[in-house]
């Protein structure tokens, strides 16, 4: 995969959480994703992440996605983002540490 095509794959992967379509959203991971929060483990399993985003994309309509900077190199994609329009104002910023492997994201690694 070039990475023209990471860095495709990856915005689309973003304007599907904009746009709070959560089928679409999972297309781009793999199966057997692993999500970590500063290095430690976010969801234990899939139910989890289905559930976290499902809740999420419910109270979060209208949210924005900036990306503030990217790297990619190898099979990652590393991104500055701020999220902001969240339902209580809330603003987050993190690096986010996309790993893709063939047409998937196998991993996603948020660094708060």
Excluded: C, W
């Amino acid at each position: 995969m070039s990475n023209i095509q990471k860095h495709a794959l990856i915005d689309k992967q973003i304007q599907a959480y904009v746009d709070t379509d959560l089928d679409e959203f999972l297309t781009f991971f793999s199966p057997e994703v692993k999500f970590t929060k500063n290095g430690g483990e976010f969801f234990k399993n899939h139910d989890e992440f289905l559930n976290y985003y499902r809740e999420s994309f419910r109270a979060n309509v209208g949210h924005k996605v900036e990306i503030l900077d990217r790297m990619i190199f190898n099979n990652y994609v590393v991104d500055h983002e701020r999220v902001s329009g969240r339902a209580a104002g809330q603003i987050l910023e993190a690096i986010v540490i996309y790993t893709i492997q063939e047409d998937k994201i196998v991993a996603v690694d948020f660094k708060f």
